[in-house]
């Protein structure tokens, strides 16, 4: 008979001996290697459990977990993957990757300190991933000479927290790592206590069994090996599939039969959550990577507005309005946080007021996604329910989110159809759209020559506008400051407005120093193709501090005026752009001839 596996995490404050109790279980139930024994002695002689897992350098010299440290051991009974998290609030991310996959936490509590700030945190964040089954292990009670009526008021404290959390946390644990109580044999130092061992509990808790339905399949691969043979492999997240079933194709909506399962050693009667499997379906549908197959009769939901808890993992702050991948499975999209309705204190549970999220921050965020995904709350579905966010310009993983819901306006508003498109109206004006934005510090002259583009167009009976971005400051956006936030939201409404005139058959204009490539790279994926125009206008920062026009540089470079581009905020400049100006040897007028060629050779 195959062995349960169980994943578990150990989670608990600095110091409350996470690691020294972990190389203690793994040490009693003999899954240490001799030569590894042999390595952790101290010099007494004595093994240093501790740093069977603290592997990291820094995590010896300083004494602390920083890094999740994965180890897998059986027993008789059942097979385990456990993982140690660090402690620390700046490592939040990590125990945040661990506990995404847990099926059990161990909360450790010193026995001496009892409940703590981080032990509050610790616990949040396991409820919040889904970890619904927690043991509570007071540890190093041999400091506190093995005292029953300690253990039961901090049993009592954790257990108003279990509950206000939702956490089914009915076992507690008297124990020493040190010394191996109730470890993986029941102490005798205790002997008031009747409960189970560690290793006890570990080997005999309940899982929570996976739902036995609806049917649900992320598409993870097309399988087309010849032109015979079509199928769609992925894992099952829930329930049970057979030959002759009937199922939705999703988002799409189509409907198919179940032809065959087809795995590894043959095909299948059937298949249940876990396994990993290929369909055929008896219909030739459009079925791609990152659809999801369910239940024909109890499909899941589709939408592209949602909120949820976000989990913010990178050093960059989370900037809203800002266009990042999202990851949800196999599918993925583009999106952008909307709102912060509020981040969490989660040592506290205080909703605290945010513009935005930093690292290891937890906020309730609305999220708008490009196309809609396929979902269910994440309390539901950890898989359908969970996605992470990547930034687009580096590639790193910044956020992991957790779906909620679906925000009612998702299924309210659609796209209204116009008899009247944007090839009627740039026909009637007798031209193409088209996007000419200027891009440079403040003071390079961007609304110089934009101006003098402007004019050109208009002697030219070109039908343009010119977006200013001063100009939009004093009313579409008066209400934005220049912190990286606003700059992007800033930017974001430009783009926005600028595409509606684009739509209306305009030439338009935009002249905003907008300085990251982020939101420019967003501007342009926002128009049509062939229709955007970067011009960089090129000035030394020396050439735009001595002309100072505005006398900006002076109060940035006196610190009266703070978020100043180029001084204490940073401008990313374009690495390919359509156009550059170097305003060094090009004169305003130069520049204004130049771009219109550019423009006449697009028309």
């Known amino acids: 008979m195959a062995r349960d596996l169980v994943r578990l995490i150990t989670c608990g404050s600095v110091d409350d001996g996470k690691s020294t109790l972990i190389g203690r279980l793994l040490h009693d139930t003999g899954s240490v290697p001799a030569d590894q024994l042999a390595a952790i002695r101290s010099a007494s002689g004595e093994p240093d459990f501790s740093r069977l897992f603290d592997g990291l350098d820094a995590e010896r010299e300083q004494g602390i977990t920083i890094d999740v440290a994965y180890r897998p051991f ?61 043991l509570l292990a007071v540890n190093k009670m041999d400091l506190v000479d093995g005292s029953r ?20 946390a009915e076992t507690a644990i008297p124990l020493s790592g040190l010394r191996g109580d109730n470890v993986v044999v029941r102490s005798a130092s205790m002997p008031w206590y009747d409960g189970p061992t560690l290793l006890g509990w570990l080997e005999t808790v309940d899982l929570e069994e996976a739902q036995p339905g609806p049917f649900r399949m992320p598409v993870q691969w097309v399988n087309r090996p010849d032109a015979d043979f079509r199928g769609y492999a992925g894992r099952i997240a829930a329930g049970t599939v057979r030959p002759g079933d009937r199922l939705k194709v999703l ?12 795995a590894m050693d043959g095909d299948l009667p059937e298949a249940d959550v876990g396994l990993s499997v290929t369909l055929t379906l008896t219909e030739h549908l459009d079925v791609s990577r990152g659809d999801v197959l369910a239940a024909a009769a109890d499909a899941p939901g589709s939408a592209d507005q949602f909120e949820i ?71 539901d579905s950890r898989t359908l329910g969970g996605l992470i966010v990547i930034d687009r310009q580096t590639n790193e993983t910044v956020g992991a989110g957790l779906i909620r819901f679906a925000l009612r306006r998702s299924a309210n508003i659609q796209w209204q159809a116009l008899d009247i498109g944007r090839a009627e109206r740039a026909g009637q004006k007798h031209q193409r759209p088209l996007v000419l934005w200027f891009t440079g510090l403040s003071g390079a002259g961007k609304s110089t020559i934009a101006n003098l583009v402007d004019k050109r167009l208009f002697a030219d009976g070109r ?70 125009v970067e011009i960089f206008v090129d000035a030394p920062l020396a050439d735009v501090e001595r002309r100072d026009v505005k006398g900006l540089y002076r109060k940035a470079r006196a610190g009266t005026l703070s978020n100043f581009t180029g001084i204490d905020s940073p401008y990313e400049r374009p690495e390919n752009p359509d156009i550059r100006i170097d305003t060094t040897g090009t004169t305003p007028e130069q520049a204004c001839a130049l771009i219109m060629d550019a423009i006449r050779e697009r028309f």
Request: glycine share 6%.
């Open 74 to 134: 059986e027993t008789a009974n059942r097979r385990f993957i456990l993982a140690d998290t660090p402690g620390h609030p700046q490592y939040t991310r990590n125990m945040v990757t661990a506990a995404s996959t847990a099926d059990v936490a161990v909360v450790l509590v010193d026995a001496r300190k009892g409940v703590l700030p981080q032990t509050r945190r610790h616990s949040y964040l396991a409820a919040l991933l889904g970890v619904r089954r927690v």
């Open 149 to 168: 009526a300690v253990f039961d008021k901090i049993v009592e404290d954790y257990r108003a927290l279990a509950d206000d959390l939702g956490l089914n």
């Open 251 to 262: 988002p799409s909506g189509q409907l198919a039969t179940v032809d065959r399962i087809v």
């Open 309 to 379: 808890d976000l989990v913010w993992m990178s050093e960059a702050p989370l900037l809203p309005g800002r266009a990042y991948v999202i990851k949800s499975g196999a599918a993925t999209l583009t999106g952008q946080v909307t709102d912060i309705r509020h981040k969490v204190n989660v040592e506290t549970m205080e909703r605290l007021a945010a513009r935005t999220l930093e690292m290891n921050d937890i906020g309730v965020c609305h999220l708008h996604l490009d196309a809609p995904l396929v979902f269910e709350p994440y309390a």
């Open 463 to 532: 039908h343009a506008y010119l977006l200013d971005g001063d100009n939009v400051r004093h009313g579409l956006n008066r209400d934005l400051g220049f912190t990286d936030a606003d700059r992007v939201e800033n930017i974001r409404r430009v783009t926005e407005v600028a595409r509606l005139m684009a739509d209306a058959g305009l030439i338009v204009l935009v002249s905003a120093i907008s300085p990251f490539a982020a939101e420019r790279r967003l501007a342009r994926e926002r128009m049509e193709p062939g229709e955007f």
